[in-house]
Each structure stands twice: as structure tokens, then as C-alpha cells.
């Protein structure tokens, strides 16, 4: 007999965090860091460098395939440690293609039972999803949990 998620008492053993690794998904990383050491489950830091847009981490000018990925290493490196000293076991995954098919490819090649991203912060009653985000709420086939930036209050 199957067990359903509900039922299992610890339904989350990979917890996937979907980043860019700038500031702006500081609270989705804390939260997502939290999840996992207190589920116990792996946390699978996924950074998908987008080839058709500059590097975030350095100005477009200057910016080397090669020195881009060693820098988001490096980065998703760090998230990793923070994890680690919060009791999670934890790894990363830097990837080049389309961010959002990126991230639901390596939830499913990982078998993440949670993915949590990030969505910039807008005040107006207008407020949407980033693109990215919006992509993987609407396509994962597992709970997508998306952290607003600190401070961002809903309307």
C-alpha cells in the first residue's frame, strides 16, 4: 500500500532552492536553509546561468563564461557551508540554459520533493510572481514554496 505525502511523517528528504545568489533571494535561501535542517532533508542549492543575459555577479563587460561559473561556485559554495552549520546536509548545482526548465530539470533528476524560490519584492496591488518563479509555481509537479524578499508585506 502507498503511502501518501501527507501521511509520511518526514515528506521532504530534498529540499531544491531555486537562486540567482545576489541579495535579492537572502530570504528565500534562509528560509529554504531553515526547512532542511529542520526536516532533516538534503538541501540542493540550483544557480541556472542564463546564457542570453549578462552575468549577475559581474558587469556584462567583463564577464567570462569561465569567471562567472567560478564565481556562482563560489557563492552556492557558501550557501552550502551556512547549511551545513545550521545542521543540513547540502550541496549545489550550477547549470547553463533557460533558468526556469533548468531548475524543474534538476528537481526532477534530484527527485526534490519541495522547490523554494525567491520573487522580487512589489508593494503594488498589482504584485506578480517573477518570471521565473511564475514558470516553476505553474510547471513543477512538486510544492513550489515562493518567499518574499524581507520587509515585502502582502497589500
Do not use: C, K
Not at 3 to 31: I, K, M, N, Y
Not at 38 to 62: C, H, K, S
Not at 135 to 153: I, K, Q, T
Amino acid at each position: 500500500m502507498a503511502t501518501s505525502p501527507l501521511s509520511d511523517p518526514h515528506p521532504f528528504s530534498t529540499v531544491l532552492l531555486a537562486t540567482d545568489l545576489t541579495s535579492a533571494s537572502g530570504a528565500a535561501t534562509e528560509q529554504a536553509i531553515e526547512l532542511a535542517a529542520q526536516l532533516g532533508a538534503r538541501l540542493l542549492v540550483v544557480n541556472v546561468i542564463d546564457p542570453g543575459r549578462g552575468g549577475l555577479l559581474r558587469p556584462l563587460n567583463r564577464v567570462r563564461p569561465v569567471e562567472e561559473r567560478e564565481d556562482r561556485a563560489a557563492v552556492a559554495q557558501d550557501v552550502v557551508e551556512r547549511a551545513r552549520q545550521a545542521g543540513a546536509r547540502a550541496t549545489f548545482l550550477v547549470w547553463d540554459g533557460d533558468p526556469g526548465d533548468g531548475i524543474l530539470a534538476a528537481a526532477e533528476a534530484e527527485s526534490a520533493d519541495l522547490i523554494v524560490v525567491g520573487t522580487r519584492g512589489r508593494t503594488a496591488v498589482g504584485r506578480m510572481l517573477g518570471s521565473v518563479s511564475d514558470y516553476v509555481v505553474h510547471r513543477s509537479p512538486v510544492p513550489v514554496l515562493v518567499v518574499r524578499p524581507d520587509g515585502d508585506e502582502p497589500d
